[in-house]
């Protein structure tokens, strides 16, 4: 039977590791959309070897069940910072992060004390320079924001990255259904009763860890390449913050399991055919979960404007951003003025 290997929560359980420049002794930090660490000093680089190790699904049950009984433990870990020495406390949600008072890289030894540790990771693809370009597209597009909006964040905004804690779940679903098939004749609709069967493979529903993020800002990391996933190297977080989980592996699976119901539903609606559908009835098996624990990369920021703070979140991976923004008031009476004279004009011509 598959034992699941749960790690120790001490702090000796090194999980990241930290990689000194050989030319000045500043911390190396990974750069993005390569497989090397550069030095932000002397610009020194490093390349990061190839690990032959696989990403691996892991029996959900059997974790479950290692699980039972046990706490996690989420408590503050004082961190000594290597080049400056000061000892600050790290945030229990945090694995690696900045020295507050030099701005070098920090790690937790134990990946926040945390019982199952992430191994695989989609590495950062987009540098900051790239985040940037994302974050003003998308500020081209915001036609109800004020005039001055551009100049106001650009001038403000400082972008942080930032890996979150993902699970990914599988599994195989086998749905029993009833229903009522609709057709329309004329201005009415004949409905039939009918049954069936659906069967569907759901790979990698992704499913957030973290707590940090407002639903505003999740829009951008609701779509993933897991594809792009490659086995877990302390090399890829070197230099950025990291997020240990907030959200456990059970917690994380009823979320996954109600994205698995709807996307159930849609197939049974696909599979009645017709105009329209009614579903009255639905029995589902849920076999062979399995699940990964994975860390993907975003960059965030804010911006002030006038007075108020706005965020913003640009998935590293895939470019998309997602982000709060004020409203020109002035701009939305004329939308609205608009769409009520384009009204009466089309009620006029009935």
Known sequence: MEQAELQPTRPENAFVKTFPCTGCGAKLSFAPGTRELKCEYCGATNAISENDSRVEELDFGVYLRALEGKMEVQEVEEVRCDKCGAEQPMAGNLFAGHCTFCGAAIVSKSYASRRIKPKSIVPFQLDRAGAQESFRRWLRWRWLAPGDLKRYAQSDATLSGVYLPFWTYDCQTSTDYTGQRGVKRDKSTSWTSVSGHVDRFHDDVVVVASRSLPPSLQGAISR????????YQ??????????????????????????????????????????????????????DVTFKHVLLPVWISAYRYRDKVYRFLVNAQTGETTGESPLSWWKVALLVTVVLVLFYFWLTSQ
């Open 234 to 287: 302390p090399e890829f977080v070197s230099g950025f913050q990291a997020e240990a989980y907030q959200i456990g592996l059970s917690d994380g699976y009823q979320v996954a399991r109600s994205m698995i119901d709807e996307r159930i539903r849609h197939l049974i609606r696909r599979d009645i055919g017709g105009d329209q559908q009614r579903i009255d009835s639905v029995r589902t098996q849920y076999s």
């Open 224 to 231: 993933w390449d897991t594809k792009a996933l490659v086995p």
